[in-house]
Structure formats: C-alpha cells, structure tokens
Nanobody
C-alpha cells in the first residue's frame, strides 16, 4: 500500500500562488493514478484534480480548471498541484490520494489518502 505525505501549504493573499507537493513511498508509484481533494471548514471533501499513471493526461473540477495544474514526476515518486490566482474560497485542507484505478480517484473513493496540508487564502 502506498503512503502519501503532503507539503507546501501556507497562508497567501488572494491572487497569489501556492504549489503543493505529495511524496509517495514505495517502488510502484507509476502503477497508481493520483489525485488532489480538498475540504473546507464545515464542508464535505471535494475532488480537485486527477492525473493518470503516466502523467500524460489529467482532469480537474470546474472550480480548478484554468487556475490549478496537476503534474507528477514518476522518477521522484512525487505529485504536485500548482495553484494560481487563488481565491478565499480555495481555503481548505488539501489531501492527495492514490488508487490503481483512475475511476476510483474521480469517484472520490481512492485506496490511499494523505493527512493533508492547509492552504489559506486571505482577501
């Protein structure tokens, strides 16, 4: 089972950028589809973006499209989320997730979760 650790969260102002990282353990990282989710205070966890095993294709929610970019480096067992033009409503705990089936990522039911990293956007 892959283990995931997020980093890169912080406090920024509206319009700024943040880049989140997700480090994965194990030698089989390239057999996992990966994704990012977020959970704002008082709200349910929501899907943000997903990326296929090779990294050649990705998919993001409507709220993330045009502002967020997901990427991965299989040689380093790393996944990233570049977030630009941040808004106060992007404030949330961001979690990375992994599953060997992409459908499970997009369906918000992945096999593995990270603990999360807090991103806060002030107005």
């Amino acid at each position: 089972q892959v283990q995931l650790v997020e980093s890169g969260g912080g406090l920024v102002q509206a319009g700024d950028s943040l880049k989140l990282s997700c480090a994965a353990s194990g030698r089989t990282f390239n057999t996992y589809a990966m994704g990012w989710f977020r959970q704002a205070p008082g709200k349910e966890r929501e899907f943000v973006c997903a990326i296929i095993k090779s990294g050649s294709s990705s998919y993001c929610s409507d709220s993330a499209k045009g502002r967020f970019t997901i990427s991965r480096d299989n040689a380093k067992n790393m996944m990233y989320l570049q977030m630009d033009n941040l808004k106060p409503e992007d404030t949330a705990v961001y979690h990375c997730a992994a599953d060997q089936v992409l459908h499970n990522i997009v369906g918000s039911n992945p096999a593995a979760w990270g603990q999360g990293t807090q991103g806060t956007v002030s107005s």
